[in-house]
């Protein structure tokens, strides 16, 4: 067992509410895998974004009023005449941006690595559900300060329900609380927006239960076996970690001292006004995705259908791609198609930001197919086509400067240069 | 470096067929004419760049462009009186200005409406009591009102100056879709405006003797709304510069121990 605290304190509270024996364990008595390169760090930075948001959203919301003559003017006096109003706001309205990047690249190096893949297939899906939790925040958010793209952002996405056949109208008057977009949505969405964080908190905890149950899986999507595989997290990861929020907190400065309004919408500065609809109603970035594939489908409820079928796909990913092989490190040919997806989603927000008229309708069409294509064929005929390369027998054994011979002893020389890649591709 | 092959050839053959898309539509809209293709020279505002700051004086004249001119029309009611002193006035002077207004003020005893000269903490008084009133002065358009307009127009400050110099004689060719508007080919919603020219040279006597041609008093006006829709800017740029350069020091100071952290991890000795 761990030695005492040293601190008599803390060993009383200890003893009687284990916290503190909780976090240690937690973070000392974690062994992780020695071989975790960057793209393991979006997870820890994904928390810290939680927590700012919640933080500033918790300051925005001692400041602001929810009501549809009053949003807009409270926002603006929290610019103006709030101590650092300006700054506790735009920390926020940049933090969902930041939130969402970090949480893509967390994605997709799940996507890469294979760690949706058994035994990790439920802390895949808590993770799309927090996905989605984010995504209806983030919508519930935008509303909030009422402005032109807020207000229409609005009446556009509650419209789509209406697609729904049979139940579709009426649900959309519940939803908006009203026949049309008003004060009765703004006070509800304000509602929702301060509760749903605090949902996406209890589903990060059982993300990180889920988690904790396997442990992290790693580059080179072997389990590790041995005592010599791992390294306790804490100190290791935890300074890693800490290390890499300083790089992104420059990135964060850089945007919310400097280029605060770069990521918005110039029309979300124009109170809104229901009888002035703009000329071009679009979503946040992080949303233009979905956005385009939304508008690539001819019928409403086939677009709706599609856009959140394209998130709903990513539940079922851990049976579309049954390669028994994780990482993508081992598997040349789904390394092409990885970029093409990841090319596809770009080009798809693209599409998402111009109106629809050619060219982007076509190639937004192409790309929404593709997109499709890639979870419901490529994957599944790569899982049997495939042909992987050999994998290394250890995590331990391809970092020793003996243990390179040593494969070259046991292994053919396909297996020797597969290992040697795999040490010194170190950005893989 | 072989490693990287994959991702460059795929990701860059999407960016051409992005570059395509887009440039094949840019064009597409220039062909077409009109809403706000007309392309204009970024200034270069002294605010612009990272390290930037206002220009006082221009912040000045600017007020007293909008005063005189704009302000007829135009309302800036997110900005109250008491903000002048940010831009040089003292507080005698932005009480002595505030009080030329009259606002409304609280009921009387037997319940009828007043009104009351305006305080330093009171707003800017907009020059039409509601929306209807001023679409009735104006043809049926609302001026709208300027508190956040380089905010709430794509191009900023670069975009008032490009609209307030643009107005030009309309091609022969070009027909307005009603007698009363003005071509403008900067304007963002269309060639046709409902504002005619607000400027002309002389319209206004700078305090500091500066020649008043409408390109100077556009520059001006356009540093003014700037400092209105974004007074927090020199703050902003001051604190950033600080907390860049601090989190640098602290990233390296971090990168420092975990590379001696991670020694032995990354060298085992057995």
Redesign the interface.
């Given at each position: 067992m761990s030695k005492p605290f040293r601190n008599p304190i803390i060993r009383w509270i200890d003893h009687r509410l284990p916290a503190f024996s909780f976090v240690r364990d937690q973070l000392e008595g974690y062994p992780a895998p020695?071989n975790l390169n960057y793209w393991w760090n979006y997870g820890f930075l994904s928390m810290v974004m939680l927590m700012i948001m919640i933080l500033t959203g918790i300051i925005l919301a001692t400041h602001y009023t929810a009501h549809e003559s009053l949003a807009f003017?409270s926002v603006?006096r929290i610019?103006?005449d709030v101590n650092w109003g300006?700054?506790v706001r735009y920390i926020h309205s940049n933090g969902a941006s930041m939130f969402f990047i970090v949480v893509y690249i967390h994605i997709f190096r799940g996507l890469y690595y294979g760690s949706y893949k058994a035994p990790r297939e439920l802390l895949w899906i808590l993770g799309v559900v927090i996905y989605l939790l984010m995504m209806a925040t983030a919508f519930l958010g935008y509303a909030l300060p009422w402005g032109q793209m807020s207000y229409w952002g609005v009446t556009v996405i509650t419209n789509l329900f209406g697609a729904i056949p049979f139940v579709g109208e009426d649900l959309v008057i519940w939803l908006r609380g009203d026949y049309s977009v008003g004060n009765i949505t703004l006070v509800r969405f304000f509602a929702l927006h301060y509760l749903l964080p605090f949902v996406i908190f209890a589903v990060v905890f059982l993300h990180l239960w889920a988690l904790r149950r396997f442990g992290s899986n790693n580059p080179l999507g072997i389990d590790a076996k041995g005592p010599k595989d791992k390294?306790p997290f804490h100190?290791?990861y935890t300074?890693?970690d800490?290390?890499s929020l300083?790089?992104f907190?420059?990135f964060y400065?850089?945007f919310?001292?400097?280029a605060?309004?770069l990521l918005g919408h110039?029309?979300n500065?124009?109170p809104a006004d229901r009888l002035v609809t703009p000329?071009h109603i679009v979503p946040e970035w992080y949303f233009l995705p979905f956005y385009a594939i939304l508008r690539s489908i001819p019928s409403e409820l086939g677009g709706v259908l599609a856009m959140f079928g394209a998130v709903a796909i990513l539940f079922f990913l851990p049976w579309l791609d049954r390669s028994p092989v994780r990482s993508a490190r081992f598997r040349p040919v789904y390394?092409?198609f990885f970029?093409?997806l990841?090319?596809?989603c770009?080009?798809l927000g693209?599409?998402g930001a111009?109106p629809p008229?050619d060219?982007?309708v076509t190639?937004g069409q192409l790309a929404t197919a593709y997109y499709f294509a890639h979870f419901l064929i490529i994957l599944p005929a790569l899982s049997v086509l495939e042909q992987p390369l050999p994998l290394p027998t250890s995590i331990?054994q391809p970092?020793?400067p003996k243990g390179r011979e040593r494969f070259a002893e046991e292994g053919s020389l396909t297996q020797r240069e597969t290992v040697q890649?795999a040490v010194q591709?170190k950005?893989? | 470096m072989n490693g990287y092959i994959k991702p460059v050839l795929v990701l860059g053959a999407f960016a051409g067929i992005i570059y395509y898309a887009v440039t094949t539509y840019t064009h597409e809209q220039a062909a077409a004419g009109g809403h706000g293709t007309a392309r204009y020279e970024n200034l270069k505002f002294p605010f612009q760049n990272i390290f930037g700051t206002y220009d006082r004086a221009a912040l000045q004249r600017g007020y007293q462009v909008y005063q005189e001119v704009c302000a007829a029309c135009h309302g800036l009611n997110l900005v109250a009186y008491r903000n002048l002193t940010e831009i040089g006035f003292t507080a005698d002077q932005v009480k002595a200005v505030a009080a030329q207004y009259q606002v409304p003020g609280g009921p009387d005893a037997n319940g009828d409406l007043t009104e009351r000269p305006a305080l330093p903490s009171d707003r800017f008084k907009s020059p039409y009591p509601n929306a209807e009133a001023a679409k009735a002065a104006n043809g049926g358009a609302v001026p709208p009102d300027l508190s956040l307009i380089t905010k709430a127009r794509a191009g900023g400050a670069d975009y008032i100056y490009a609209l307030l110099t643009g107005y030009e004689e309309p091609p022969a060719d070009a027909t307005p879709p009603s007698p009363t508007l003005n071509y403008n080919p900067h304007f963002q919603k269309g060639p046709w405006i409902a504002m005619p020219p607000p400027l002309a040279e002389g319209s206004v006597t700078y305090a500091d003797n500066t020649s008043a041609t409408i390109p100077q008093m556009s520059y001006d006006v356009a540093s003014f709304l700037n400092w209105a829709a974004e007074p927090e800017l020199e703050t902003r740029h001051r604190t950033g510069l600080k907390a860049i350069l601090f989190l640098l020091v602290l990233t390296g100071i971090m990168y420092a121990a975990k590379r001696k952290l991670w020694v032995k991890v990354h060298n085992p000795q057995d």
């Open positions: 020695r003017l603006e610019m103006r300006w700054l390294i100190p290791y300074m890693k800490i290390y300083g790089w907190f420059i400065a850089v919310v001292f400097f605060p309004n110039p029309d500065y124009v000329p390394q092409w970029w093409v990841l090319g596809d770009i080009v693209i599409v111009y008229v060219p982007f190639i331990y970092v020793l890649d591709t950005s893989h | -």
